[in-house]
Protein backbone atom coordinates (compact mmCIF):
# COMPACT_ATOMS: atom_id res chain seq x y z
CA UNK A 1 0.00 0.00 0.00
CA UNK A 2 1.23 3.28 -1.31
CA UNK A 3 0.93 5.77 1.91
CA UNK A 4 0.31 9.74 0.93
CA UNK A 5 -0.21 12.05 3.48
CA UNK A 6 -3.04 14.87 2.60
CA UNK A 7 -4.87 17.17 4.88
CA UNK A 8 -7.65 20.34 3.46
CA UNK A 9 -5.59 22.88 5.09
CA UNK A 10 -3.51 22.17 1.93
CA UNK A 11 -5.86 24.24 0.10
CA UNK A 12 -7.85 25.90 2.71
CA UNK A 13 -4.70 27.58 4.42
CA UNK A 14 -4.13 29.70 1.03
CA UNK A 15 -6.46 32.69 0.67
CA UNK A 16 -8.58 32.13 -2.26
CA UNK A 17 -7.34 35.40 -3.61
CA UNK A 18 -3.81 34.19 -3.84
CA UNK A 19 -1.88 33.98 -7.52
CA UNK A 20 -1.97 30.20 -6.34
CA UNK A 21 -3.89 27.16 -8.22
CA UNK A 22 -5.04 26.41 -4.10
CA UNK A 23 -7.55 23.89 -5.49
CA UNK A 24 -5.15 21.18 -7.32
CA UNK A 25 -4.45 19.66 -3.73
CA UNK A 26 -8.29 19.06 -3.28
CA UNK A 27 -8.97 18.18 -6.59
CA UNK A 28 -5.77 15.49 -6.39
CA UNK A 29 -7.56 14.05 -3.09
CA UNK A 30 -10.92 13.41 -4.45
CA UNK A 31 -9.42 11.93 -7.85
CA UNK A 32 -7.10 9.28 -5.12
CA UNK A 33 -9.77 8.16 -2.70
CA UNK A 34 -10.76 4.62 -2.89
CA UNK A 35 -8.01 4.24 -5.43
CA UNK A 36 -6.79 0.28 -5.18
CA UNK A 37 -3.31 0.41 -3.33
CA UNK A 38 -3.46 3.83 -2.39
CA UNK A 39 -3.74 4.98 1.24
CA UNK A 40 -4.05 8.64 2.19
CA UNK A 41 -3.24 9.56 6.13
CA UNK A 42 -3.73 12.82 7.96
CA UNK A 43 -0.37 14.31 8.59
CA UNK A 44 0.66 15.61 11.71
CA UNK A 45 1.98 19.02 12.91
CA UNK A 46 5.95 19.44 12.28
CA UNK A 47 7.48 20.57 15.93
CA UNK A 48 9.48 23.81 15.53
CA UNK A 49 12.82 21.82 16.94
CA UNK A 50 11.91 19.91 13.90
CA UNK A 51 12.71 23.02 11.69
CA UNK A 52 15.15 24.34 13.27
CA UNK A 53 17.35 21.80 12.94
CA UNK A 54 17.87 23.90 9.46
CA UNK A 55 16.37 26.94 9.62
CA UNK A 56 17.80 30.07 11.37
CA UNK A 57 15.40 30.43 14.63
CA UNK A 58 14.68 33.85 14.48
CA UNK A 59 12.95 33.22 10.72
CA UNK A 60 11.20 30.29 11.87
CA UNK A 61 9.80 32.13 15.04
CA UNK A 62 8.51 35.17 13.16
CA UNK A 63 6.97 32.93 10.74
CA UNK A 64 5.28 31.15 13.41
CA UNK A 65 4.04 34.65 15.36
CA UNK A 66 3.16 36.12 12.14
CA UNK A 67 5.76 38.72 12.46
CA UNK A 68 7.33 38.71 8.98
CA UNK A 69 7.77 42.02 7.04
CA UNK A 70 5.63 42.96 3.86
CA UNK A 71 8.74 42.21 1.99
CA UNK A 72 9.74 38.82 3.20
CA UNK A 73 6.32 38.16 2.72
CA UNK A 74 5.85 39.44 -0.84
CA UNK A 75 9.20 36.96 -1.49
CA UNK A 76 7.13 34.09 -0.36
CA UNK A 77 4.08 34.94 -2.19
CA UNK A 78 0.66 32.93 -1.84
CA UNK A 79 -0.46 36.35 -0.57
CA UNK A 80 -2.73 37.70 0.95
CA UNK A 81 -1.86 35.21 3.93
CA UNK A 82 -4.51 34.08 6.48
CA UNK A 83 -3.90 32.16 10.29
CA UNK A 84 -4.18 29.17 8.21
CA UNK A 85 -0.90 29.77 6.19
CA UNK A 86 1.09 28.48 10.19
CA UNK A 87 -0.72 24.91 10.43
CA UNK A 88 -0.93 24.02 6.93
CA UNK A 89 2.64 25.19 6.36
CA UNK A 90 3.76 23.08 9.60
CA UNK A 91 0.99 20.31 8.07
CA UNK A 92 3.14 19.86 4.87
CA UNK A 93 6.34 19.67 6.89
CA UNK A 94 4.36 16.81 8.73
CA UNK A 95 3.28 15.13 6.05
CA UNK A 96 7.01 14.90 4.53
CA UNK A 97 8.48 14.02 7.56
CA UNK A 98 5.97 11.11 7.89
CA UNK A 99 6.79 9.88 4.21
CA UNK A 100 10.08 9.85 5.10
CA UNK A 101 9.88 7.69 8.63
CA UNK A 102 7.23 5.24 6.65
CA UNK A 103 10.20 4.72 4.21
CA UNK A 104 12.74 4.30 6.72
CA UNK A 105 11.08 1.92 8.73
CA UNK A 106 9.15 -0.18 5.50
CA UNK A 107 10.97 0.22 2.77
CA UNK A 108 9.67 1.28 -0.97
CA UNK A 109 7.86 4.47 -1.62
CA UNK A 110 5.77 7.21 0.56
CA UNK A 111 4.98 10.79 -0.47
CA UNK A 112 3.11 14.09 0.49
CA UNK A 113 0.75 15.41 -1.66
CA UNK A 114 2.42 18.57 -0.99
CA UNK A 115 5.78 19.94 -0.35
CA UNK A 116 9.15 19.97 -2.19
CA UNK A 117 9.45 23.41 -1.01
CA UNK A 118 12.78 23.68 -3.04
CA UNK A 119 13.00 27.23 -2.70
CA UNK A 120 13.10 28.04 1.04
CA UNK A 121 16.44 29.50 2.18
CA UNK A 122 18.32 28.84 5.83
CA UNK A 123 16.87 32.13 6.79
CA UNK A 124 14.17 33.21 4.37
CA UNK A 125 11.39 31.64 1.53
CA UNK A 126 10.93 32.39 -1.79
CA UNK A 127 8.68 31.06 -4.88
CA UNK A 128 5.74 30.03 -2.78
CA UNK A 129 8.04 27.82 -0.27
CA UNK A 130 8.08 29.04 3.69
CA UNK A 131 10.26 26.31 5.11
CA UNK A 132 12.38 23.29 3.35
CA UNK A 133 10.66 20.24 3.56
CA UNK A 134 13.57 18.55 1.44
CA UNK A 135 16.26 19.90 3.72
CA UNK A 136 14.57 18.98 7.21
CA UNK A 137 13.91 15.36 5.84
CA UNK A 138 17.32 14.84 4.65
CA UNK A 139 18.68 16.14 8.27
CA UNK A 140 16.03 13.84 9.50
CA UNK A 141 17.35 10.86 7.99
CA UNK A 142 21.03 11.59 8.46
CA UNK A 143 20.32 10.85 12.48
CA UNK A 144 19.16 7.15 11.67
CA UNK A 145 21.81 4.89 11.63
CA UNK A 146 20.79 3.26 8.37
CA UNK A 147 21.17 6.35 6.27
CA UNK A 148 24.30 7.70 5.42
CA UNK A 149 24.02 8.45 1.75
CA UNK A 150 21.08 10.70 0.18
CA UNK A 151 20.16 11.23 -3.05
CA UNK A 152 18.05 14.26 -3.78
CA UNK A 153 16.60 13.98 -7.31
CA UNK A 154 14.55 17.47 -8.23
CA UNK A 155 12.88 17.36 -11.34
CA UNK A 156 10.87 20.36 -10.67
CA UNK A 157 10.99 23.06 -13.90
CA UNK A 158 12.57 25.43 -11.83
CA UNK A 159 15.88 24.85 -9.76
CA UNK A 160 15.90 23.83 -6.69
CA UNK A 161 18.03 26.61 -5.40
CA UNK A 162 17.35 26.95 -1.76
CA UNK A 163 18.16 22.84 -1.48
CA UNK A 164 21.24 23.03 -3.37
CA UNK A 165 22.67 26.14 -1.14
CA UNK A 166 21.63 24.46 2.27
CA UNK A 167 23.15 21.77 1.23
CA UNK A 168 25.42 22.62 -0.61
CA UNK A 169 28.42 21.94 2.50
CA UNK A 170 26.81 18.37 3.42
CA UNK A 171 28.81 15.57 1.79
CA UNK A 172 26.16 12.92 2.58
CA UNK A 173 23.71 14.30 -0.08
CA UNK A 174 23.81 14.81 -3.77
CA UNK A 175 21.38 16.99 -5.44
CA UNK A 176 20.37 17.28 -8.61
CA UNK A 177 18.71 19.25 -10.62
CA UNK A 178 17.19 19.06 -14.12
CA UNK A 179 15.49 22.61 -14.71
CA UNK A 180 14.58 25.12 -17.30
CA UNK A 181 17.76 27.36 -17.73
CA UNK A 182 15.58 30.69 -18.27
CA UNK A 183 13.16 30.30 -15.77
CA UNK A 184 12.93 30.88 -11.69
CA UNK A 185 15.28 31.35 -9.94
CA UNK A 186 16.98 33.51 -12.31
CA UNK A 187 20.04 33.49 -9.78
CA UNK A 188 20.91 29.93 -9.71
CA UNK A 189 22.45 27.81 -7.12
CA UNK A 190 25.02 25.15 -7.46
CA UNK A 191 23.55 21.73 -7.13
CA UNK A 192 25.93 18.68 -7.19
CA UNK A 193 24.80 18.11 -10.92
CA UNK A 194 22.68 20.60 -12.33
CA UNK A 195 21.27 20.34 -15.86
CA UNK A 196 19.56 22.87 -17.82
CA UNK A 197 16.36 22.57 -20.39
CA UNK A 198 16.22 25.10 -23.54
CA UNK A 199 12.97 26.70 -23.61
CA UNK A 200 9.78 24.91 -25.10
CA UNK A 201 12.22 21.44 -24.95
CA UNK A 202 9.69 18.74 -26.17
CA UNK A 203 9.48 14.93 -25.23
CA UNK A 204 12.08 14.11 -26.98
CA UNK A 205 14.75 16.69 -25.51
CA UNK A 206 13.76 16.60 -22.09
CA UNK A 207 13.40 12.30 -21.81
CA UNK A 208 16.89 12.37 -23.67
CA UNK A 209 18.78 14.95 -20.50
CA UNK A 210 17.01 12.91 -18.24
CA UNK A 211 18.06 9.55 -19.53
CA UNK A 212 21.91 11.21 -19.80
CA UNK A 213 21.75 12.31 -16.38
CA UNK A 214 20.03 8.94 -14.88
CA UNK A 215 23.11 7.07 -16.37
CA UNK A 216 25.60 9.44 -14.51
CA UNK A 217 23.99 8.31 -11.09
CA UNK A 218 24.58 4.91 -9.65
CA UNK A 219 21.39 4.76 -7.07
CA UNK A 220 23.02 1.88 -5.85
CA UNK A 221 25.48 4.21 -3.94
CA UNK A 222 22.70 5.93 -1.57
CA UNK A 223 20.53 4.93 1.39
CA UNK A 224 17.28 7.04 0.39
CA UNK A 225 16.11 8.69 -2.50
CA UNK A 226 13.92 11.99 -2.07
CA UNK A 227 12.37 13.08 -5.43
CA UNK A 228 10.90 16.45 -6.04
CA UNK A 229 8.37 15.52 -9.02
CA UNK A 230 7.30 18.81 -9.96
CA UNK A 231 5.12 18.43 -12.89
CA UNK A 232 5.09 22.26 -14.37
CA UNK A 233 7.32 20.99 -17.47
CA UNK A 234 4.12 20.61 -18.82
CA UNK A 235 3.42 21.97 -21.97
CA UNK A 236 -0.09 24.01 -20.14
CA UNK A 237 2.20 24.99 -17.43
CA UNK A 238 1.84 29.07 -17.40
CA UNK A 239 5.05 28.82 -15.53
CA UNK A 240 6.97 26.40 -17.32
CA UNK A 241 8.58 27.38 -20.46
CA UNK A 242 8.64 23.73 -21.75
CA UNK A 243 6.78 21.40 -23.95
CA UNK A 244 6.44 18.30 -22.62
CA UNK A 245 3.08 16.26 -22.38
CA UNK A 246 1.61 14.34 -19.76
CA UNK A 247 2.97 10.81 -21.44
CA UNK A 248 6.22 12.25 -21.67
CA UNK A 249 6.33 13.47 -17.80
CA UNK A 250 4.64 10.11 -17.45
CA UNK A 251 7.86 8.32 -18.73
CA UNK A 252 10.11 10.46 -16.90
CA UNK A 253 8.31 8.74 -13.43
CA UNK A 254 8.53 5.40 -14.90
CA UNK A 255 12.37 5.86 -15.52
CA UNK A 256 13.10 7.18 -11.90
CA UNK A 257 10.81 4.70 -10.34
CA UNK A 258 12.60 1.96 -12.71
CA UNK A 259 15.97 2.91 -11.29
CA UNK A 260 14.93 2.92 -7.75
CA UNK A 261 13.24 -0.29 -7.62
CA UNK A 262 16.12 -1.79 -9.03
CA UNK A 263 18.13 -0.38 -6.19
CA UNK A 264 16.12 -1.02 -3.65
CA UNK A 265 16.05 2.62 -2.42
CA UNK A 266 13.33 3.96 -0.23
CA UNK A 267 11.84 7.11 -2.00
CA UNK A 268 9.94 9.78 -0.39
CA UNK A 269 8.22 11.38 -3.29
CA UNK A 270 7.01 15.04 -2.86
CA UNK A 271 4.84 16.83 -4.89
CA UNK A 272 6.63 20.04 -6.08
CA UNK A 273 5.10 22.54 -8.69
CA UNK A 274 2.22 22.50 -10.94
CA UNK A 275 0.51 25.72 -12.85
CA UNK A 276 -1.00 24.58 -15.53
CA UNK A 277 -4.21 26.13 -16.97
CA UNK A 278 -6.51 24.21 -17.45
CA UNK A 279 -6.01 22.98 -13.73
CA UNK A 280 -7.18 19.90 -14.96
CA UNK A 281 -3.91 19.09 -17.06
CA UNK A 282 -1.80 19.19 -13.28
CA UNK A 283 -4.17 17.14 -11.55
CA UNK A 284 -3.93 14.69 -14.09
CA UNK A 285 -0.01 14.31 -14.26
CA UNK A 286 -0.33 14.10 -9.80
CA UNK A 287 -2.98 11.47 -10.36
CA UNK A 288 -0.55 9.82 -13.04
CA UNK A 289 2.16 10.45 -10.57
CA UNK A 290 1.19 8.21 -7.53
CA UNK A 291 -1.07 5.68 -9.20
CA UNK A 292 1.75 4.73 -11.14
CA UNK A 293 4.39 4.73 -7.74
CA UNK A 294 1.07 2.76 -6.18
CA UNK A 295 1.74 0.05 -9.03
CA UNK A 296 5.55 0.25 -7.99
CA UNK A 297 4.99 0.20 -4.35
CA UNK A 298 2.52 -3.20 -4.79
CA UNK A 299 5.77 -5.32 -6.82
CA UNK A 300 7.71 -4.94 -3.48
Given amino acids: MLNLYYHPLYTGGIDPEARFPRDRYTLLAQ?????NGIQMHTPRLATREEITTVHDAD?????????????????????PWQPEIVPRTLRIMGGSLQALDDVLSHGGLAGNMAGGTHHAFYDYGSGYCIFNDIAVCAHHALQTPKVNRILILDLDVHQGDGTAAMLQSWASCYTVSLHGGKNFPFKKQQSDLDVELPCDATDAEYLSALGHLLAALNFNDYDLLLYQAGVDPLITDRLGRLAVTREGLNQRNLRVFEKAHLACLPTVIFMGGGYAEPIADTVDAFEDLFTLAAQFQAQR
Fill in 59 to 79: YVDRFLNGELSDKEARKIGLR
Fill in 31 to 35: RLAGV
